[in-house]
């Protein structure tokens, strides 16, 4: 296993070699998707799980055909495609890889796009236990397998904090509660859905909490009893911010300010937000 870089609390990694397989652990194998972005780092982690009855496909990324054969050239019988969530880097090439392997697409049964069979929380699939986490995501899951091992996807990764959207999808309660959650599995390692995998889950879970309540408590800090525009709002909760970067900043402040909203320290108003009591 190739050690992540780390340099301040976020896990880096060169460039993998796109195409090209890589052994993680025992009986899974990791194949990056050539989708890089400043959204999804190198790229989607495509997951290739070794079980009894063949090889399951997490996460299959775009629709890349290079990708697709790279896949179909080394996973031997696939008897599953699995996506964690709805989201397009994750889920778009889905459904041209089930239908080359004349499999389902296996999926949580909600949010605007479908597979063709439920995931429900606590199944089991190909050695694997399905663990509803919304959050990042309203379909999101992640799967366990019983030997520590917790393939996480967008929920927990070691480059980046996760893009919690405002609802319907997202929800910063729903996400706080998925992460303790996972976190109280006691994994000895996470596979994301971008990224290196995460050695010790349970202390970067925890610095991850850490990170979210301290962003909380900054945004009602920024509140004053004086109505302020969002864009203001966000150009202090985010200062020097990239601009590629900007839409996602406003998506995470506005699921801030509807959890302090939530938690009776903010109110909304036509012209932007102000904090609440006296
Ligand atoms: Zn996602």
Redesign the pocket.
């Known amino acids: 296993m190739k050690a992540a870089l780390q340099t301040d609390w976020r896990l880096r990694e060169e460039t993998p070699v796109y195409g090209k397989p890589m052994d993680v652990v025992d009986g899974i194998r990791r194949i990056v998707a050539p989708n890089p972005h400043s959204m999804t780092y190198h790229g989607t982690n495509t997951w290739l799980i070794t079980h009894a009855a063949g090889t399951a496909v997490v996460d299959p990324g775009t629709d890349d055909p290079a990708h697709l054969d790279a896949i179909c050239g080394v996973a031997g019988t696939i008897s599953h495609v699995i996506v964690t ?1 709805w ?1 397009h ?2 889920f778009d090439g889905a459904r041209t890889l089930a239908l080359r392997a004349n499999v389902p697409v296996f999926k949580f049964p909600s949010g605007p796009l479908r597979g063709d069979k439920d995931l429900l929380n606590g199944a089991e699939i190909a050695g694997m236990r399905v663990i509803h986490t919304p959050g ?2 309203e379909d999101h899951i992640c799967l366990e397998r019983p030997d520590g091992v917790l393939l996480s996807g ?1 929920h927990v990764m070691g480059w980046s904090t996760t893009l919690v959207p405002p609802p319907p999808d997202g929800d910063l309660g729903d996400y706080i509660e998925s992460l303790e959650r996972v976190q109280a599995l006691n994994a000895r390692i996470f596979l994301p ?1 971008h990224g290196p995998e995460i050695l010790k889950p349970y202390s970067f879970i925890e610095q991850l909490l850490e990170k979210r309540y301290e962003k909380l408590h900054q945004i009602e800090n920024i509140l004053t009893h004086e109505v302020q525009e969002f864009s203001n709002i966000c150009n202090r909760a985010y200062p020097k911010l990239n601009k590629k970067l900007r839409f996602a900043a406003e998506m995470m402040l506005e699921t801030y300010l509807l959890e302090l909203k939530k938690r009776g320290k903010a109110i909304q108003e036509p012209t932007g937000w102000k904090r609440a009591g006296y």
Do not use: K, M, T
Request: proline content about 0%; aromatic content about 0%.
């Open positions: 969530h989201h880097d994750h990042h995501a967008d859905g």
